[in-house]
T-cell receptor, first 113, second 116 residues
């Protein structure tokens, strides 16, 4: 079956540090890949997505590139801020209709001033 | 934008009572809505998929008689937890898909249910 694996947290960084959160997936075919962010006490918000190999999703300074050869979709940001503290979920969707959505376990990020 | 709201944001109830949670798409018509459950410090687990005007499709292991889902309109889906027990305490999150040919889901803020 489909699955998503993320690096275990929590991740604690100082402000302006470089961030990488690893994500790898197992799926048949060519899934779409997503990063969602959940701020404390809130629901999930779509951060970025990529729908095919070599696509790069980007938003709010975050980037992730769909690497089919390594089945990865690592999240990066060059300079994190305190406001980036949240839980980040990697996810995949197996079809074009939002069905079969599979989430990773989430990685908690804490950014210290 | 694509805003999804949930009501209530939190609810506390006694064991044995039923609780209804509403999920609304505020600025778009949602052909499909999804209900998830999230345990503390864990990921989201899909409970069911709800298409407007038809019966919900439940994931394996989810009791359809306990978690009643109604998707009566293109902007509203409800989840009713019947005869709630303490083990049903959780964070329930809905999401909505706008249109048919998209794989992006828009999530509500979640409802925290505590059953005493």
């Amino acid at each position: 079956g489909n699955s998503v694996t993320q690096m275990e947290g929590p991740v604690t960084l100082s402000e302006e540090a470089f961030l990488t959160i690893n994500c790898t997936y197992t799926a048949t075919g060519y899934p779409s890949l997503f990063w969602y962010v959940q701020y404390p006490g809130e629901g999930l918000q779509l951060l970025l997505k990529a729908t095919k190999a070599d696509d790069k999703g980007s938003n709010k300074g975050f980037e992730a590139t769909y690497r089919k050869e390594t089945t990865s979709f690592h999240l990066e940001k060059g300079s994190v801020q305190v406001s980036d503290s949240a839980v980040y979920f990697c996810a995949l969707s197996q079809d074009n209709y939002g069905q079969n959505f599979v989430f990773g376990p989430g990685t908690r990020l804490s950014v210290l001033p | 934008g694509a805003v999804v709201s949930q009501h209530p944001s939190w609810v506390i109830c006694k064991s044995g009572t039923s609780v209804k949670i509403e999920c609304r798409s505020l600025d778009f018509q949602a052909t499909t809505m999804f209900w998830y459950r999230q345990f503390p410090k864990q990921s989201l687990m899909l409970m069911a998929t709800s298409n407007e005007g038809s019966k919900a499709t439940y994931e394996q292991g989810v009791e359809k008689d306990k978690f009643l889902i109604n998707h009566a309109s293109l902007t509203l889906s409800t989840l009713t937890v019947t005869s709630a027990h303490p083990e049903d305490s959780s964070f329930y999150i809905c999401s909505a898909r706008r249109g048919f040919h998209t794989d992006t889901q828009y999530f509500g803020p979640g409802t925290r249910l505590t059953v005493l």
